[in-house]
C-alpha cells in the first residue's frame, strides 16, 4: 500500500511558476515509476509527466520544455517544477505511484488566472 500526499498548488499569473511536490509513504520507492497526471473541471484526467525508477523522464507535449518532473528517493519525493504557465494548465493536479498497480494522491489545485 502507498499513500501519496501532494503540496504546492496555488493561484499564479500566467507566465508563472509554481512547484508541485508528492510525499510517499512506500517502504521502496525507488522501485515505482512516479508520474503527475491532471484533471480539468469537465475533463478526462490527463498525463502530465512521467519518471522511472532509472531516471527516464516523459512529459505530454501540452508540457514540454515547461515542466520538469524529479525525484528525490532518500526522500521518498517527486516534484513537478512548472514554468510559464498557462490558462489552459489549470486543474488538479494528481501524483501518481505505479508498480503493478496503480496509487493516486488526492491531488492539488492549480489555478492561472491573471
Known amino acids: 500500500q502507498v499513500q501519496l500526499v501532494e503540496s504546492g498548488g496555488g493561484l499564479v499569473q500566467p507566465g508563472g511558476s509554481l512547484r508541485l511536490s508528492c510525499a510517499a509513504s512506500a517502504i521502496a520507492f525507488s522501485i515505482y515509476t512516479m508520474g503527475w497526471y491532471r484533471q480539468a473541471p469537465g475533463k478526462q484526467r490527463e498525463f502530465v509527466a512521467t519518471?522511472?525508477?532509472?531516471?527516464?523522464?516523459n512529459y505530454a507535449d501540452s508540457v514540454k520544455g515547461r515542466f520538469t518532473i524529479s525525484r528525490d528517493n532518500a526522500k521518498k519525493m517527486v516534484y513537478l517544477q512548472m514554468n510559464s504557465l498557462k490558462p489552459e494548465d489549470t486543474a488538479n493536479y494528481y501524483c501518481?505511484?505505479?508498480?503493478?498497480?496503480?496509487?493516486w494522491g488526492q491531488g492539488t489545485q492549480v489555478t492561472v488566472s491573471s
Open positions: 501518481n505511484a505505479r508498480f503493478k498497480n496503480d496509487y
Open positions: 519518471i522511472t525508477s532509472g531516471g527516464t523522464t
